[in-house]
């Protein structure tokens, strides 16, 4: 695995994060910003960790993937398994208040499914940690694998 970074650029971070957030700037503020990342994105206010949530695209989504999330997402594109991603994402969302985020590791989308049904039902105040954890996990893995 890849040493993480010493410093890294607003434009890089965003890479790994999917946007430049307020949060990623900060973070390129950070002498060792991924390693940073685990401590302070619990540390935002919570519209802070919103907006870095929905940075995220929704698992399942089909259109407006960056390379990334694409290849990380695959292309086991069941349709029955695409619309119970894209009905039980809306029903995480209306729930939770921001956008279900999980760590794919290259699992099919059915295994990624069992997983959102399981957090849909958690304590939002438990699944938002989860998430904002998962958040970063996702970030340090794509650095890993530049």
Known sequence: MRELPRQLSAD????????RTGFVERLAQEPDPLGRARTLVHELPHAAKVEVLAAHPAIGQRSGLSARSRAEQGDDADPAVLEELERLNRAYEQRHGFRFVVFVDRRPKADVLAVLRERVERPTADELETALDELVAIAVDRWARR
Do not use: G, S, Y
């Open 12 to 19: 890089e971070l965003a890479e790994l994060f999917e946007a």
